[in-house]
């Protein structure tokens, strides 16, 4: 009897709008790391309509076995398996990629595994695009009440889990040479901001 694959409703409503808007940052041949892959829709769902994009999914290590279930579903030629990354190491385990993505992510991390994760990015994306998918707040505020309840949800379940303030998160960027590009609104009361590193040489 076949495994199910894991599923998030999430993840399969807001996977076009996401597409839509890497369609405008991302090249060919470019590669791509994915950081926190969780249920792999996003990583299928891209690979599959950017086929011309090399896709590196990644999760901590418990989560990459039921993850590999959907990527080798899938079967495509740009979607390896996933790797075992977590962001609290200093060396990540893979190549050096053109641009990073994250989705739903920095609001689960610990507030000191968001500065290694930036900490991280800063190490191995030299230049490229780094895009950032999810919630965030604005001054301090929450940008509806839905996500005031969903932090309070958050901090029920993890109290160092929580909606990220979005001047602190651009202040850990800016400290490695990358610039906000754009900040895009997003269906559900969500972000992806997209920052940029040029290259030094």
């Not at 792999?40 to 090399?54: D, K, Y």
Request: aromatic share 8%; with cysteine.
């Amino acid at each position: 009897m076949n495994q199910p694959l894991p599923f998030s409703q999430a993840s399969e409503n807001n996977k076009q709008v996401i597409l839509d808007v890497l369609k405008c940052y991302l090249k060919s041949g470019d590669k791509v790391l994915e950081i926190a892959s969780g249920t792999g829709q996003h990583a299928v769902f891209i690979a599959e309509n950017m086929p011309e994009l090399h896709w590196q999914s990644s999760d901590i290590s418990s989560n990459v076995e039921s993850l590999n279930l959907r990527i080798s579903a899938a079967q495509l030629e740009n979607l390896p398996a996933a790797i075992p990354l977590d962001v609290n190491q200093e060396h990540w385990p893979c190549d050096v990629p053109n641009s990073i993505f994250s989705a739903n992510s920095l609001h689960i991390m610990s507030a000191d595994s968001v500065e290694n994760f930036f900490a991280g990015v800063c190490n191995h994306l030299k230049e490229g695009h780094l895009l950032v998918y999810g919630p965030f707040k604005y001054g301090g505020n929450f940008t509806s009440e839905s996500n005031a309840g969903f932090d309070l949800w958050l901090k029920d379940r993890n109290p160092e889990s929580g909606i990220r303030d979005f001047e602190w998160v651009d202040g850990l960027t800016k400290r490695c040479g990358f610039q906000l590009t754009e900040d895009h609104v997003m269906p559900a009361n969500n972000q992806l901001l997209v920052w940029n590193r040029e290259s030094s040489r």
